[in-house]
RNA sequence: GGGCGAUUAGCUCAGUUGGUUAGAGCGCUUGCUUGACAUGCAAGAGGUCACAGAUUCGAAUUCUGUAUCGCCCACCA
């Protein structure tokens, strides 16, 4: 047996075990190897991005449910990637550029993707590697990034077919801009943020009045491109205004005043500025009365030459400048503070604007059909279940999803254009000829997709889709979609539309939305916050088991997770028990046969059978909480039986047949040690994937399998040879263990003080069993002899207490404070008459003893025959020791 | 304006279909250099389960309302 070191180094030990996890292939599978398939897709991390504990907790859960699969036989793969994410990777080239002096025009097009590419191949598997260093068992051949050829010919395909179906197509419509990523955005990447900003009020004057009108608005600049002022038709008060001109301040335009329902009369003044190329609704207004459009600002937020004087003045500043100068001219009526919400870009937080653009669409009702459908019929559940709202709120409302981007990054939309017939068509490959009227004055659209538009793809793109293959087939659907709730729009959603417009089938049948990641205020993690934790560094202080066994432990299903550096002592601290354990076995096992774990089953002791029995309990709770995403009570289940029942209680029991037993003994209990330890190591593998490896192989097991990664989950629990009577009497001893224990403790002895105990045991089956057990009751009390009888009557004053098996006493000379003995037993009997007088009340009680469950009246009418007894008992006790 | 979540021990949180005395980790108190482990062992203190009603024989758990905090969605300029 390789001897395990005194203290585990778990860094040494986690390298050597990925890589040869590595070198073996043990993470990787096809569809040729038949069986069960079970396949989870990552939800592709950013190539820009670096590990943080979110992606710790997110990878952690899908590696529990691969490994855990994959111990049970199935043909698992998980599949990793990274997504090129668009903006973000521009974003970030374009600032290294910037330190060399140049931005992205100076490279062009061409040389400016190269220089991505380039960025990519150096940093873009940071964030892969990282997750090895958690233990990440993806199927690392299969690795794919959103840009592939493979994954950009899917993109391209859907494309097309959507095209075609005239499921895409391109419209003018206002959409969200971001003046500094200079592009459109979804609605779902317009962040809307809680701001206090202000409600101008502005005067216009009526043409050839001396009247003037007040408007309110939040963004005054636009008012440059106002084009009429609306009032509601029903409005009393404005009723002789409607078909009349207002003249603008400063352009000195004339606009018309018109009559839409859409204007609220309560708010403001109702009146409201109409400003068709910078607003939703003024847009759609404009549409209904035929008003010009007039968008005044350019790609970056300045003011363009619509904006008369401001022209080439940043939008805020031209806001600024525009209100004092109306203010001079005596044109603001007042300015109130008002909260309100603005949209942010979710990649920059530069504020959104609101802008009249032609952009390519997804038209997106007819995809969100068979979605909605989908999750109704339970074909897709989401875990927990409250988040089939969220999904379904935003689905039944769903709008078309704006797809083209004014960036460089990405895939090309594929769509070409004639200059000579103007004719427009969508292709796969590069066309240079026009199909209609053969012009070679042909050129490509300008935009890339929005990265989105790759990732709604990934759970069949992966498999090479559209290329129709054998692992396509095999693994798709995928079985469980782990992510958290913020991506549910942007990708969960979108995921099941292709999936089924595409595949015609469900792309995975489990959502399992976990919380997010906080710290121990409740804040998001975050880098301008200062306050995020950095896994590797946990892995670093704590090892990637302790970061991964704490992170379950502490994740209760769909709740947001709070940690600090703490929590993981948690895990540390469990994985230094495991070693130790493992240690002692280790100590002990020398000249016996381990190797085999079978032992004899009519040969298990009380003690033995209480072991099997709550590793039977382990099994079942482990299994049954996995199974329903209860990952934190998995985790304390394994760690409760672990900690308390395998080295609390059995260990202990262990030592004194382990240090005198006969040879047989020590066999038998070795076995049966080696035996649990050997399951609960395979019950523990999915969650230290590490530290559990190494036991595997330093405990030195007589395998099927050379690496734990591959051995038999536990199932099913060992039937054999458990009697549920002795497994009480065990409980009972347990208690008795523990009466006595609080005696000695109430007596503050030292170790070495001599004690004895008398134990007056309930009944004669009791009393044998106990004898049976001397020795093994005697150490953990440590105590020097035990006296069983079951007519056992002190003598005099002896401090007791009262066990599930009967009164235990404990026997000191010279040493007992009867006074306090007294007053202990007698605050016990006013306990114990207190709970005897409830339970006897409920039970006299005929509403309780008709309408409760008769197993629940039962229970009550034992408990109070114990408690009856206990207080008969208590009272006599009391009365000895006051004799 | 809608929707969702949270409110349980000093702190951070579990508590699945209502049913014995509401649990864990950390922290705290006391005693232990016990031949695996002080990253440990044993014992202990600490809770009117946010509040108010309702249903029920029985409520931390179900229902209604209130309060506080958080998140998501939403075109009131």
């Known amino acids: 047996m390789a001897e395990l070191s005194k203290t585990y180094e778990p860094k040494d030990v986690e390298e050597k075990w990925y890589q040869q996890w590595m070198a073996d292939g043990r993470f990787h599978n096809e569809s040729a190897n038949g069986g069960d398939p079970f396949c989870i897709v990552i939800p592709p991390p950013n190539v820009t991005g670096i590990l943080h504990m979110g992606h710790a907790l997110n990878n952690n859960i899908q590696d529990v449910l691969t490994r855990v699969a994959r111990m049970q036989g199935k043909n698992t793969v998980w599949v990793p990637g990274t997504d090129h994410a668009g903006i973000a990777t521009q974003n970030v080239v374009e600032r290294a550029l910037k330190k060399e002096g140049k931005v992205r025009d100076d490279l062009g097009r061409e040389k400016f993707i190269e220089r991505v590419w380039e960025w990519k191949e150096e940093y873009g598997s940071t964030i892969s590697n990282q997750l090895k260093k958690l233990g990440a068992s993806c199927d690392w051949d299969r690795e794919r990034f959103t840009m592939d050829e493979g994954l950009s010919e899917a993109v391209l395909e859907i494309f097309c077919r959507l095209y075609d179906k005239g499921l895409i197509y391109r419209g003018n419509r206002i959409i969200n801009w971001c003046p500094r990523c200079e592009t459109a955005l979804s609605d779902e990447e317009s962040e809307h943020v809680d701001v206090e900003g202000a409600l101008y009020h502005l005067r216009y004057a009526v043409k050839g009045k001396k009247q003037r009108i007040v408007v309110a608005t939040t963004r005054p600049e636009t008012m440059l491109g106002d084009t009429a002022v609306a009032v509601n038709p029903r409005d009393e008060r404005y009723k002789d205004l409607i078909g009349q001109m207002i003249v603008l301040p400063i352009t000195n335009r004339e606009i018309p005043i018109i009559a839409d329902d859409y204007v609220d009369p309560e708010f403001g003044t109702g009146l409201v500025k109409v400003t068709p190329a910078h607003d939703p609704n003024d847009f759609e207004m404009g549409l209904r009365h035929d ?40 044109l603001v009526e007042k300015v109130d503070v008002h909260h309100h919400a603005v949209g942010h870009c979710y990649r920059c937080d530069t504020v959104i604007e609101p802008r009249l653009s032609p952009q390519w669409f997804v038209k997106m009702k007819p995809l969100a059909r068979p979605a909605i459908e989908a999750v109704n019929d339970g074909r897709i559940k989401f875990v927990p279940e409250r988040w089939n709202n969220t999904y379904m709120n935003w689905m039944e409302n769903i709008r078309d999803w704006c797809i083209s981007r004014q960036i460089w990054w990405g895939h090309r939309i594929p769509i070409f254009y004639c200059d000579d017939c103007n004719h427009e068509w969508a292709a796969k490959t590069a066309e240079t000829t026009c199909p209609k009227c053969s012009s070679s004055k042909v050129r490509q659209d300008e935009d890339v997709l929005d990265t989105w538009f790759s990732s709604w793809l990934w759970p069949f793109s992966v498999f090479g889709w559209p290329e129709k293959n054998e692992d396509l087939n095999f693994y798709y659907p995928s079985k469980t979609l782990v992510t958290g709730n913020e991506i549910i729009f942007f990708w969960v959603a979108r995921m099941i539309m292709s999936g089924l417009e595409v595949m015609g089938d469900i792309p995975f049948d489990t959502v399992y939305i976990h919380g997010t990641v906080r710290d121990d205020q409740g804040r998001k993690m975050s880098k301008s916050l200062g306050n995020s934790i950095d896994p590797l560094d946990i892995i670093e202080k704590y090892s990637s088991d302790a970061l991964r066994f704490s992170l379950m432990m502490i994740t209760a299903t769909g709740q947001d997770v709070y940690i600090s550096d703490e929590k993981f002592e948690i895990g540390r601290n469990f994985g230094t028990k495991i070693w130790n354990a493992a240690r002692f076995m280790e100590m002990h096992s020398e000249g016996f046969d381990v190797k085999d774990l079978s032992f004899n089953e009519e040969d298990l002791t009380p003690d033995d059978q ?46 004194p047949i382990l240090y005198k037993g006969t040879p047989e003994q020590k066999k038998h209990t070795l076995q049966v040690m080696h035996f649990t330890f050997s399951t609960a190591l395979r019950l523990l593998h999915p969650f230290m994937p590490f530290l559990t490896e190494e036991l595997w192989h330093g405990m030195d097991y007589n395998h099927t399998e050379d690496t734990i990664m591959l051995a038999a989950w536990p199932e099913k629990a060992i039937a054999k040879g458990i009697d549920p009577a002795t497994v009480k009497y065990v409980d009972g001893k ?65 401090p007791s207490g009262i066990s599930a098996l009967g009164a235990v006493y404990m026997s000191i000379e010279g040493l007992v404070d009867v006074d306090a003995e007294i007053e202990k037993l007698t605050k016990e009997l006013a306990a114990v008459n207190g709970h005897l007088a409830n339970v006897k009340k409920k039970l006299e009680n005929p509403h309780f003893v008709n309408k409760a469950p008769r197993d629940v009246v039962a229970v009550q009418e034992k408990r109070r025959d114990e408690l009856a007894e206990k207080s008969e008992k208590l009272a006599k006790m009391i009365e000895t020791m006051r004799g």
């Open 734 to 798: 347990h208690d008795l263990i523990r009466v006595g224990r609080i005696l000695r403790a109430e007596y503050n002895l030292a170790n070495k003080q001599e004690t004895t105990f008398c134990v007056r045991p309930v009944n004669a089956g009791y009393a044998k069993q106990i004898d049976n057990d001397k020795e093994s009751i005697m150490a953990a009390l440590k105590a020097e002899a035990i006296e069983v009888d079951v007519n056992y009557a002190p003598k005099g004053a002896m």
């Open 291 to 330: 008003l010009p459009q007039i968008n005044v600002m350019t790609d970056t937020g300045i003011m363009n030459e619509n904006a008369g004087p401001y022209e080439g003045l940043d939008r805020f500043e031209c806001r600024k400048q525009l209100m004092e100068d109306l203010k001079a001219g005596g």
């Open 610 to 655: 209480h072991l099997l029995a709550k590793l039977n309990e382990a099994i079942a709770n482990t299994n049954d909480h996995l199974q329903r995403y209860r990952f934190n009570d998995a985790t304390l289940a394994l760690y409760d039986f672990f900690w308390h029942s395998y080295c609390d209680w059995y260990l202990e029991y262990a030592k």
